[in-house]
């Protein structure tokens, strides 16, 4: 694994996203006049479900594009064509907040979620992640993969935790950056990484991993997914769907995927 590249990817996500827009988001907006969602990465396998659950009282499917939570910022800030907004952090959402991109009244702490380590499905690694844990030495000549350190939610949790472990500086030169989360829990997945922090719902949704060990909740930031309409939103079924995304049948779809739910149920 090349880690220079890995972190050029991610940069690339973070600097480029000015003149970039996800894949077919530009087009699906246009053709089919839907209810458009950025949402981090980590959400993928939950909010399909959920976007699929709500489509008949919000009386359309969303169409939802997946990425960093701090790409899909920059997109919005850079004009990109959204209704929503989820991020995997508090700091991703005031960022918009605070250039007034998206509508204050609207905003809700959504979900929680938990930092893991995980490993290929064959490996035999444990770990019990306290300060003293040798994180360098099971990773031995493999790369730990994880976000973006400076941007990327997860990379971000992670480093914090990695920092009051007392094993950043002992792991640090051997990182596999990723331009989001599912893209580190690829590494890991197809075993050109030892070792990975990734979400725990993510965990849950790729089968070529196995948890080893779990971040205690006092080594980093609550994690904390908000979810708020943007000021430019165009369609007129948004309310529907956040008030969707607040409801019952959403809360244990998302349950169901190992996620917190935060916000009260409609």
Request: hydrophobic letters at 50%; a negative charge.
């Amino acid at each position: 694994m090349n880690v220079s590249r890995v972190s050029v990817a991610g940069l690339m996500a973070v600097c480029g996203v000015a003149v970039a827009l996800p894949a077919g988001l530009s087009a699906a907006r246009a053709d089919d006049g839907k209810v458009t969602v950025f949402a981090a990465a980590s959400m993928k396998n939950a909010l399909d479900a959920v976007n699929a659950a709500c489509e008949p009282e919000v009386g359309e499917a969303a169409a939802i594009s997946y990425a960093a939570s701090s790409a899909l910022a920059k997109q919005i800030e850079a004009g990109a064509p959204a209704d929503v907004f989820v991020s995997a952090d508090l700091d991703w959402m005031k960022y918009l907040s605070d250039k007034k991109l998206v509508k204050p009244d609207t905003e809700v702490k959504l979900l929680g979620n938990a930092i893991v380590l995980v490993a290929p499905k064959d490996s035999t690694a444990e770990a019990k992640l306290e300060k003293g844990f040798d994180l360098a030495g099971l990773l031995g000549d493999g790369r730990l993969a994880m976000g973006e350190v400076k941007s990327v939610p997860a990379g971000k949790y992670g480093k914090e935790a990695l920092e009051k472990l007392g094993m950043w500086g002992a792991v640090e030169g051997k990182l596999a950056q990723a331009e989001n989360v599912r893209a580190a829990l690829k590494l890991v997945a197809t075993g050109e990484a030892a070792a990975g922090i990734v979400y725990a719902t993510d965990a849950v949704a790729e089968p070529g991993v196995k948890v080893i060990g779990t971040f205690p909740e006092d080594s980093h930031r609550p994690i904390v997914y908000p979810v708020a309409q943007t000021t430019d939103s165009k369609d007129a079924e948004t309310p529907a769907f956040l008030k969707c995304l607040q409801s019952a049948k959403a809360a244990e779809i998302f349950k169901g995927q190992g996620f917190t739910v935060l916000a009260p149920s409609n």
